[in-house]
DNA sequence: AATGGATATGTACGACCATGCATATCGGTT
DNA sequence: AACCGATATGCATGGTCGTACATATCCATT
């Protein structure tokens, strides 16, 4: 089982949090949302995202319990079952991170060729 | 057993890697080379981490192999037991994370402030 | 009231990982 | 040769986490 493997490149793990400790809002739960918006349910974004309902529905839940503010709107029963769409804030949360995040992202490559690239590079060819 | 919490803020984990994992190096390398370098020993730097020895030493070793070089210079046996340094490499790349490291977090600070704290200050009133 | 598709939630199992325990090895000094 | 403190490694274990399985609930439509 071998892996692939390239360069050595920086990689990034952004998240909110108020007690330091990671889960409350990421990437993982930036895509979820982004995928209930387009799909309108939880269970199609879940399948459309590789996750199981289960995962999706628990990562929703804990979420608006850490930020005391709920994402979405659920409505169950009806000839479609039911349906999710993402509330105001919700939407709002899922636009901010996103220009957050590609803010952030930026920022990292420009230090990282500032401060390691040279570094690593030069010891790719000595190795 | 009650977290503390805070106001939500960012957060974020940065690492380098050839495949996209993390796991090759990252802020825990980086303290215990740090730790290496001002103890001269890879035992006495992990009790000052707080971390047991087995780890430490592992977490050399993996990323040694990940990266390709080697970190430290280690010798067993004397009056001392053994020491351990780090190498040129070492040096380098800790002072060069540190660098990059600090720049990453004031980007991270900076497009928090623009982009998500807003929106989250507001939500804290609203709750 | 019967249906169907989605939400809601507990439970269990397996993979992965951090940590600890035990033990072997090394080699300059005494 | 004995010693001592550090390096070197395998192995067992305990907890976390993702994922799967099983059910229960809901309700507009028919």
Redesign the pocket.
């Known amino acids: 089982m071998k892996k692939e493997s390239g360069p050595v490149r920086p990689g990034i793990r952004l998240y909110l949090s108020d007690d330091g400790s990671e889960?409350m809002f990421g990437d993982?739960k930036w895509r979820l949302l982004r995928s209930?918006e387009e799909e309108?349910?939880?269970?199609?974004?879940?399948e459309k995202l590789?996750?199981?309902?289960?995962?999706a529905?628990?990562d929703?839940?804990r979420t608006e319990n850490a930020l005391g503010r709920e994402l979405?709107r659920?409505?169950?029963?009806?000839?479609?079952?039911?349906?999710?769409e993402l509330t105001e804030f919700g939407r709002e949360l899922l636009e901010g991170w996103q220009r957050y995040r590609e803010a952030v992202m930026e920022g990292m490559e420009g230090a990282f060729e500032l401060h390691l690239s040279g570094l690593l590079e030069r010891s790719e060819d000595e190795r």
């Open positions: 889960g993982g209930i309108g349910s939880i269970r199609r974004a879940a590789g996750r199981g309902y289960r995962k529905w628990g929703i839940k979405v659920k409505t169950r029963g009806g000839p479609t079952g039911g349906a999710t």
